[in-house]
Each structure stands twice: as C-alpha cells, then as structure tokens.
C-alpha cells in the first residue's frame, strides 16, 4: 500500500484494494486526484474482467494472515496466487516434489502466523471448487500439478495454527 501513489502517478492502472484498508491510504500520500482509480473490494471478493474471455477470481482470504487478505485466482492458467498461505522458507528447489519432505519448510510458519484452523476448512472448502493446476505463493516453492495441489488443500485443512495453538500460560504479566 506504501507504494499505491506512486504506480497510480506512473501507470494509467486501477488498483483493487480490500475496502477494510481503503481508510488508509491516506496515511501513505494518496493523491486525492487518484483516488477515483482505487477500486475497494468487498469481503466476499470479486471478479475483474480482463478482456477476452478471461477474468480473475479476487478470493476471500481473511486472517490468512492478515484482515482484508485476498488471492487471486486465474482460470484461464488455472493458478492460484495465494499470498502467504503455502509460503515456505530455507528450500532450495522451485516446485515442490515430495511434500511430506516439503512441510518442514512451511509448518512453523503457518502455525505462527496463520490465525485459525476455522478460517484454513473455509478456505478449502472453497478452493474444491475450482480446477486448480498450481497453487503460487508469494514465498517459496510451488505446488504444481492436482495431485500436489490436492495435498497441500489437504494438509492446510487439517492444520492447527494459530489461536488454535494458544494457551493461557502465554497471557500472563512478566516478571
């Protein structure tokens, strides 16, 4: 969002934002001649018609990790952008290829920074009902080809992360 002024003075591009942070870009200089180019999207997401006969599918992805988090979906690549849901830290390979080896590089991750399981069996509910062929997210490798995309559905389903995780012994004053 602190760079929103910036491309919207050197592109003629629209920028879709989560209506939730719209009340912000005020904060980051926004110009007030180009506000009219910010488009707020709503919760439950939204489509953006690209020409032909394409569009992409904005996603809700609220609390994974952040409020007013979105993916974008691409059905015509059948690719998944996901943002910071599948991101993996420390490997060395582009795509991942064995994925119970894989999740070392995810685990601690989501479970830190993911809220909750709750919003995860959400999430795959709704991703089954796309034809998804790659799940890309913004760190790491990539999960390619259904058989790997099923997988990784599969095993963020089922995660605790988050509050799920908490413990009251961690909400005490320090001494």
């Known amino acids: 969002m602190a ?28 110009d007030s001649q180009l506000g009219d180019r910010v488009i707020p999207i709503d ?25 007013g988090n ?8 059948k690719i998944l952008f996901s943002g910071d849901l599948g991101a993996s830290l420390g490997q060395d390979y582009f795509f991942v290829e064995n994925f119970n080896e ?3 590089y995810m685990e601690g991750f989501h479970k830190r920074y993911m809220v909750s399981n709750k919003v995860l069996k959400f999430w795959a509910s709704m991703v089954r009902q796309l034809d998804i062929e790659m799940i890309v997210p913004q760190h790491g490798a990539i ?19 988050g509050v799920d995780l908490s413990t009251q012994d ?6």
């Open 102 to 104: 894989h999740i070392k």
């Open 70 to 77: 979105f993916q974008v979906y691409d059905p015509c690549s």
């Open 43 to 67: 919760d439950c997401g939204t489509k953006i018609t690209l020409g032909g006969d394409c569009e992409l599918l904005i996603l809700p992805a609220h609390f994974m990790h952040a409020s």
């Open 143 to 161: 999960f390619k080809g259904k058989e790997m995309v099923e997988r990784f559905i599969n095993w963020i389903e089922n995660l605790q992360v």
């Open 3 to 30: 760079s929103i002024n910036g491309w919207l003075m050197t592109t003629k591009a629209q920028a879709y934002i989560s209506k939730l942070w719209i009340r912000f870009l005020p904060h980051f200089g926004l």
């Open 170 to 175: 961690r909400y005490r004053v320090p001494v």
